[in-house]
Nanobody
């Protein structure tokens, strides 16, 4: 089992940048793929990026491709989401999640979730 805690959210102007962190507990964090999801008010949750346990493979939703970058530091048990060129439509609660150990970064299913962090982009 792994526990996840997000940080780094906040208020930023359009065009700005933020870096979110997903800190994980557990000695076997390097065995877990991690995904970043977001949910805007009144909308369904969307997976926007995910990364394999090794960090060699990544996925991005079309809505963030070219602007967001997911990375991980297994020595520090952290996964990052660097968000550049932010738009007002990026405003949402951002959460990180992990499937079971050894699970797929593409297909999950994602079963361990953090509490989320709010990102607000002003125009």
């Amino acid at each position: 089992q792994v526990q996840l805690v997000e940080s780094g959210g906040g208020l930023v102007q359009a065009g700005g940048s933020l870096r979110l962190s997903c800190a994980a507990s557990g000695r076997t964090f390097s065995s877990y793929a991690v995904g970043w999801f977001r949910q805007a008010h009144g909308e369904e949750r969307e997976r926007i990026a995910s990364i394999s346990w090794s960090g060699d493979s990544t996925y991005y939703a079309d809505s963030v491709k070219g602007r967001f970058t997911i990375s991980r530091d297994n020595a520090k048990n952290i996964v990052y989401l660097q968000m550049n060129s932010l738009k007002p439509e990026d405003t949402a609660v951002y959460s990180c999640a992990a499937p079971r150990a050894g699970g797929s970064y593409l297909y999950g299913p994602y079963r361990y979730w953090g509490q989320g962090t709010q990102v607000t982009v002003s125009s």
